[in-house]
């Protein structure tokens, strides 16, 4: 299979930093994405990585290492509002395959 | 309005019902998904479809079965209803003609099984 590995749960402060790291099965892979769902909502897109490196888009940022079957999302200045679960899913072929979610809570 | 339109939203049934979750988009995509979230599970596939004739089953297709009514219409039955088929249900769509799309979700069928 293509395991897609996440943290189950984090905690973090309002105004802090956190990183939200995810593996995954490097062969026949295509790009990651990151996805944030509240509670009983649908998940909505925050970012994709084809390439290494990183992609920064306002407080949230997202960095793929290939070689190595890693990626985090880094949310910075966290708001109460993060408050929610943040969805790994790496693409192959043409499906995609889902990480079990990590829910971050946000405290003040 | 919604872009990927799923009904009903919620649904509580009996073991052994015929149960139908129905998905309508407006995006024009080619490509429609149907998953179940289940806690700790993460999102899992049941059904995909590709296009109006092409009907494919995902990771978890057992006791499901899939339309494709039209290139708008993606729906998903139960058969026999059984209770670890309780769960939430999303349906999904993609653009056909980018690798790099991403996924439009619906705002997701509760369905609950007795």
Redesign the interface.
């Given at each position: 299979g293509q395991n897609?590995d996440q943290p189950?749960e984090m905690t973090a402060t309002e105004g802090a930093i956190v990183q939200i790291n995810c593996t995954y099965q490097t062969s026949g892979f295509?790009?990651l994405?990151w996805y944030q769902q509240h509670a009983?909502?649908?998940?909505?897109?925050l970012s994709?990585n084809?390439l290494d490196g990183l992609e920064e888009k306002g407080r949230f940022s997202s960095f793929l290492s290939r070689s190595k079957g890693y990626s985090y999302l880094l949310l910075k200045e966290l708001q109460m509002k993060d408050s929610a679960s943040y969805?790994c899913?790496g693409?192959y072929g043409?499906?995609?395959v889902?990480?079990?979610?990590t829910r971050l809570s946000v405290l003040p | 309005d919604a872009d990927v339109t799923q009904t009903p939203r919620n649904r509580i049934t009996k073991t052994g019902k015929r149960i139908m979750l129905e998905c309508s988009q407006t995006k024009g995509h080619d490509r429609m998904y149907w998953y179940r979230q289940d806690p700790g599970l993460g999102l899992r596939l049941i059904y995909y479809s590709f296009d109006v004739k092409d009907i494919n089953k995902g990771e978890i297709s057992d006791g499901y079965s899939v339309s494709r009514q039209a290139q708008a219409k993606f729906s998903l039955s139960l058969e026999s209803a059984i209770p670890n088929q309780t769960a939430l249900y999303f349906c999904a769509t993609r653009s056909g003609g980018l690798n790099t799309g991403e996924l439009f979700f619906g705002e997701g069928s509760r369905l609950t099984v007795l």
């Amino acid at each position: 299979g293509q395991n897609i590995d996440q943290p189950t749960e984090m905690t973090a402060t309002e105004g802090a930093i956190v990183q939200i790291n995810c593996t995954y099965q490097t062969s026949g892979f295509n790009g990651l994405f990151w996805y944030q769902q509240h509670a009983g909502e649908a998940p909505t897109f925050l970012s994709y990585n084809v390439l290494d490196g990183l992609e920064e888009k306002g407080r949230f940022s997202s960095f793929l290492s290939r070689s190595k079957g890693y990626s985090y999302l880094l949310l910075k200045e966290l708001q109460m509002k993060d408050s929610a679960s943040y969805l790994c899913a790496g693409t192959y072929g043409q499906n995609f395959v889902f990480g079990p979610g990590t829910r971050l809570s946000v405290l003040p | 309005d919604a872009d990927v339109t799923q009904t009903p939203r919620n649904r509580i049934t009996k073991t052994g019902k015929r149960i139908m979750l129905e998905c309508s988009q407006t995006k024009g995509h080619d490509r429609m998904y149907w998953y179940r979230q289940d806690p700790g599970l993460g999102l899992r596939l049941i059904y995909y479809s590709f296009d109006v004739k092409d009907i494919n089953k995902g990771e978890i297709s057992d006791g499901y079965s899939v339309s494709r009514q039209a290139q708008a219409k993606f729906s998903l039955s139960l058969e026999s209803a059984i209770p670890n088929q309780t769960a939430l249900y999303f349906c999904a769509t993609r653009s056909g003609g980018l690798n790099t799309g991403e996924l439009f979700f619906g705002e997701g069928s509760r369905l609950t099984v007795l």
